[in-house]
């Protein structure tokens, strides 16, 4: 099925002005013409939209919904801007989710929220339609391979760890003034020993690293240390093996 393609400008208006609109006609604070020019909106779709409002016994937000032609969102625009929040939310916590987590999480939200939807009872998911143009409203969402980080990490990367440390930084450098080769900044990294490449998941567009929680249930995890310091001087990297006894298979990574 191919992508549905806009062929006209009918219907230009937000959701959200056009769900304002209905509020104050509903609530009896205006008229349809007055609502209509307060919020730039069609008088004749603020009737209709009322009407089905009043029959229906829907919010609101729910008659606001745009419809052109066959085609109609889901989601209304306040929906859709609270999904897109929870999503960036997740990424943040470093629990994004993919592109099929995000089929499966829309038709979840809306039977949970009993919104009439057209999506997949079978598979469970979405369509790929509805994902395209789910996207492309919402350009801000992006997808990006996620930076793997471990439990420990994450829990040791706060504002208040941090401050901490450059705090006492400071004052180790007013009181020994160290020169360039005396500052060293050491590292390391895990290194599975079978593949596991993470599958890209939805971020905030401009973000400049995106990370995901790991876990070392998969394969052999391997340590590996690298140290330069200020002046560009580099020590030799080390490998640091879980065992005590050498694996001769190790030394092949």
């Known amino acids: 099925m191919g992508r549905y393609q806009r062929k006209t400008d009918r219907q230009s208006w937000s959701q959200e002005s056009m769900a304002g609109a209905i509020q104050e006609v509903l609530e009896g604070n205006m008229g349809y013409r007055s609502a209509s020019k307060a919020y730039s909106v ?150 599975l020993t079978v593949a596991n490449k993470p599958s890209k998941v939805l971020a905030l567009r401009g973000k400049k690293q995106v990370s995901t929680l790991t876990s070392a249930e998969w394969g052999v995890l391997v340590t590996a240390e690298t140290c330069v310091n200020a002046a560009g001087n580099f020590l030799p990297p080390m490998f640091v093996f879980p065992r005590k006894k050498e694996n001769p298979l190790l030394m092949r990574l």
């Open 42 to 191: 069609p008088q004749t779709t603020l009737e209709r939209k009322v009407k089905e409002a009043r029959q229906k016994k829907l919010s609101s937000e729910a008659a606001a919904v745009k419809m052109l032609g066959r085609y109609k969102t889901v989601f209304s625009e306040a929906q859709e801007k609270e999904f897109v929040q929870h999503l960036i939310h997740l990424e943040e916590k470093l629990f994004g989710i993919t592109l099929s987590d995000l089929r499966t999480l829309a038709i979840e939200l809306a039977e949970k929220n009993n919104i009439p939807h057209v999506f997949n009872t079978e598979k469970r998911m979405a369509g790929k339609d509805w994902l395209y143009g789910f996207l492309k409203r919402h350009p801000r969402l992006v997808l990006r391979y996620p930076e793997k980080t471990s439990i420990a990490r994450a829990k040791g990367f706060n504002r208040v760890a941090i401050n901490a440390f450059f705090d006492l930084l400071d004052s180790l450098y007013s009181k020994y003034k160290f020169s360039p080769n005396d500052i060293y900044n050491a590292d390391e990294t895990g290194i």
